[in-house]
């Protein structure tokens, strides 16, 4: 039963640290199932990889929902309300890249995926289990905010590592490739990728704004 | 003649409420004109029928910018300012989501409509219709919340039928179609319908916040 | 040595205007840069115009970064703290933008720049300077707002004349091109300076909120 009054006004125990923790688990989830999925390259694995990747998906969006509803109600929260909501937001807008990827791969159905393609796969994973780790360190780094800023700027990198990656690959693409639909095929997807790999960069400039915030 | 000590402090009649409602109208006018305009495929027609949506367009832009006027000069709001100017502006998307398909439509002059783009249409006239009902909740949601949770459940419906239809014909599309030029211009004009109903479901997302928030 | 109990609480000189006009200078000279790239066509002529644009665009993050971390740990702020973050991201967009044009360039390579792609990126210069003017009156707009207003309408002018001059050129690239790999690359680039154009614009439409709100 609903005690209407105090539910109000007790601070109940902020629940966001293992959340959050949760909703980097999907998408470290999802990033490995991106990454498995490109060595399987008939219409129907790519087809079965795209439905459970956008199972994460939906998991994630519903748990991003959950942390939404909790900054509503909750009366205690650990950092500002709209920090709290920008970093689930920019989690599970990675989630939705790679499912953005999958479904690219699943609708155009193109070639095997090139090694850079499943390079970028593999750089999205890695950014993936950076957020976890510091999804772990959210109680802490008030204190010792060095780890944290440690995977701020490995995101960083990854993400510049990509951008080479990526540039290089549609530089030669548009060298070498004269068919025409293989070329948007490819183009599509890598860009997905390579946007992915943003999308989890942007998670670290948001990380660091913590650490200018509260550190 | 402008008080202008007491207009600074006076409660104003707030005319959100109208506001909202006329942005919601103007929606509904663009997706009625996207929806007849599939119907007629020379270049010159689709040329007009870009200009009308324009029209709608630039009216759209000019009331949201009343709206956040309006926020920036009213004393008392409804809800907190940044929920109205959220709302807003999500409507305002939507708008130029359609202006923005009916722009690609007449640039690239692709052959006739497919049967799954005016389906896409279609939808988005229903999400229009649906917004339009969601505005006339606003009044009265906080006591009554089921209509408008209904609306955001329906807009969540009709996004995930989109999102199957697309899917679908994209793949068909680059299974069957070989004329290069024609997948370029078919697959961006359809993007951009997807894209739109998103948009659309972006509004009731926002609606179910103001649920959790004020209800 | 930090001064732990004042540095708090003692107001500090705001650096904001400075700041904001070095931003706006970057941006300036990055869209200088683009138009003198436009002359060059060799690929490796585009790879260090793409190269000394990137060098502007990564000054422009950090900036904005630094306005960020100083908006974190300055007492007064001349403005509300999310209108100088909105400001100085919109500004930081629209270099973005000039180097997502001079990246896509020089890893797509297409044939000579077209007239229309040139007037493009001379419109984004003219945004540019239209931007640092609009810095210079931050200061003083409170009093005397019509020169802010006015930059804010010719900025809104400039991008409307940038839709028209994309469409007619897209409109007639689709009828006269027939290399369906060059549209591509065509297309996508002047995309880009478009998009480009309409975040010059944006800048425009939060200093107008500016003016709605301070003056």
Do not use: W
């Not at 790679?98 to 193109?110: E, G, L, V, W």
């Not at 008030?142 to 780890?147: E, V």
């Amino acid at each position: 039963m609903k005690n209407s009054f105090f539910s109000r006004f007790t601070p109940k125990e902020p629940k966001f640290f293992p959340l959050l923790r949760q909703l980097a688990e999907i998408l470290s989830d999802a990033s490995d199932t991106l990454v498995e999925s490109m060595g399987h390259d008939s219409p129907s694995d790519r087809a079965d990889y795209y439905k459970r990747i956008k199972d994460f998906e939906r998991n994630g969006d519903k748990l991003t929902h959950t942390i939404f509803d909790e900054l509503g109600t909750t009366f205690i929260t650990p950092f500002d309300r709209e920090d709290i909501h920008d970093l689930a937001s920019s989690i599970d807008d990675v989630i939705d890249g790679i499912n953005s990827c999958a479904k690219r791969i699943h609708i155009y159905n193109p070639r095997p995926i090139s090694d850079s393609g499943k390079e970028l796969a593999l750089l999205i994973q890695q950014e993936a289990e950076c957020i976890i780790k510091a999804m772990d360190e959210l109680e802490t780094f008030r204190k010792k905010p060095a780890a944290l800023r440690g995977y701020c700027a490995k995101l960083h990198d990854i993400e510049n590592h990509a951008d080479d990656l990526y540039e290089l690959f549609i530089k030669k693409l548009f060298e070498e490739e004269k068919d025409c639909i293989e070329i948007i095929k490819i183009k599509e997807i890598m860009y997905e990728l390579e946007k992915t790999t943003d999308a989890a960069e942007h998670v670290g400039k948001i990380l660091r704004n913590f650490i200018v915030k509260y550190a």
